[in-house]
């Protein structure tokens, strides 16, 4: 009988074994294959392991959209309304060439969204909204709300497609004609290789961290707006001004707040007079590195918006190595400081907005 009890307690400890075996390994294969994706991955380290916490996207979705209806759906916000409530899979939206002419609103609850466009000049999706005109409920929509895509949802990425607001460009002065093409609100969103047109307002960089790599961000007045922490690396900023513009307005109101945009390695082209940074609020930060500026820039460079609030003593505008035959006037206010290294390097890498723990090597 001893013999027995004693065979019996070595058989349960080693299937014990086994069983706690296959399940580190399952645990680990599924973390290793989210890290290779690219996709938000949990911490590594041995806590993680050992109690197999599950942190981020499991599985992959394709939903194919045609405007033709060659795919699963002839609407982009159709493909996006079949993703359930509180996703947890990499869902990969593949747009076909054509135009869709559509509002698209991503929800917060939908994460781990991808459009994937066939090209920017083939793929576009486009409406026509203005702050003034009226929503469903017959209020004015107001700036924010003019979006023609517009996303809450974290973890998103766009690649290859355009997103325009085709309502005229405004005459400076005139009011309610902001009309934005696309607005990010999400955090930790990836856009490569993506275009953005309009005039006033094109791009809302809203909320949360967001990085834009080989973008193409075209407008007149205040054509990137908001309170986003966000780079743009290697982009286009391509002003269609007629008789006076400007390209971002950032809104960070906190002196301790983390939230600014970084211009890397961009390069500013088209029509000015142009102011290329206006102080939207109070502690307004603007970083132009390795920029080139073309002969668009106005005398001064900078606004402080509304030339009361004594912005000019609490913004931070920088700018370091930039060149051009407009650079000079980029430098052209006491409060837009040319840059040392030291000061100029945490606007330089995609550390600026964390992206080492979710943008891939290969992408950044």
């Known amino acids: 009988m001893a013999s027995f009890i004693f065979s019996f307690f070595l058989y349960s400890f080693f299937l014990h074994a086994f069983i706690s075996a296959a399940s580190n390994y399952h645990t680990t294969s599924a973390l290793s294959s989210v890290s290779s994706s690219g996709s938000s991955t949990p911490s590594s380290n041995s806590t993680t392991h050992r109690r197999h916490k599950w942190v981020?996207?499991?599985?992959?979705?394709?939903?194919?959209?045609?405007?033709h209806g060659h795919g699963d759906f002839r609407s982009v916000q159709a493909a996006v309304d079949s993703v359930p409530e509180g996703n947890r899979m990499n869902v990969?939206?593949?747009?076909s060439a054509g135009c869709y002419i559509e509002k698209v609103t991503v929800p917060a609850s939908k994460p781990y969204i991808t459009f994937q466009g066939e090209g920017r000049d083939v793929t576009v999706i486009e409406w026509h909204d203005r702050a003034c005109d009226r929503g469903p409920d017959g209020q004015q929509l107001r700036t924010y709300h003019s979006a023609s895509v517009s996303?809450?949802?974290?973890?998103?990425?766009?690649?290859?497609?355009?997103?325009?607001n085709t309502a005229p460009a405004p005459m400076p002065g005139m009011q309610g004609w902001q009309a934005v093409a696309f607005r990010i609100s999400g955090d930790k969103a990836f856009l490569s290789g993506c275009g953005f047109y309009g005039a006033q307002d094109t791009l809302c960089d809203d909320a949360g961290r967001h990085y834009f790599k080989e973008c193409y961000i075209e407008g007149s007045i205040d054509f990137i707006f908001g309170n986003g922490r966000s780079?743009?690396?290697?982009?286009?900023?391509?002003?269609?001004?007629?008789?006076?513009?400007?390209?971002?307005?950032?809104?960070?109101?906190?002196?301790d707040e983390k939230?600014?945009?970084?211009?890397?390695?961009?390069?500013?082209?088209?029509?000015?007079?142009?102011y290329v940074g206006r102080a939207m609020g109070q502690y307004s930060r603007i970083v132009y590195a390795y920029t080139?500026?073309?002969?668009?820039?106005?005398?001064?460079?900078?606004?402080?918006w509304d030339h009361v609030s004594n912005k000019n003593k609490t913004v931070f505008f920088g700018v370091y190595k930039c060149y051009g035959p407009g650079a000079g006037a980029?430098?052209?206010?006491?409060?837009?400081?040319?840059?040392d290294y030291d000061t100029a390097h945490p606007f330089l890498a995609k550390s600026f907005v964390n992206g080492r723990h979710w943008i891939s090597p290969s992408d950044a």
């Open 151 to 164: 996303v809450f949802a974290p973890y998103f990425t766009a690649r290859n497609i355009s997103f325009k």
């Open 330 to 339: 980029v430098r052209g206010v006491s409060w837009a400081r040319e840059l």
């Open 56 to 67: 981020g996207p499991s599985g992959h979705r394709l939903i194919r959209v045609d405007v």
């Open 231 to 255: 780079m743009y690396k290697d982009c286009e900023l391509h002003s269609i001004a007629t008789r006076f513009g400007s390209i971002a307005a950032q809104d960070r109101n906190i002196a």
């Open 292 to 304: 080139y500026f073309d002969d668009v820039v106005a005398h001064g460079g900078w606004d402080d």
């Open 92 to 95: 990969l939206i593949q747009i």
């Open 259 to 274: 939230t600014g945009f970084a211009f890397v390695n961009c390069r500013v082209t088209g029509t000015g007079p142009l």
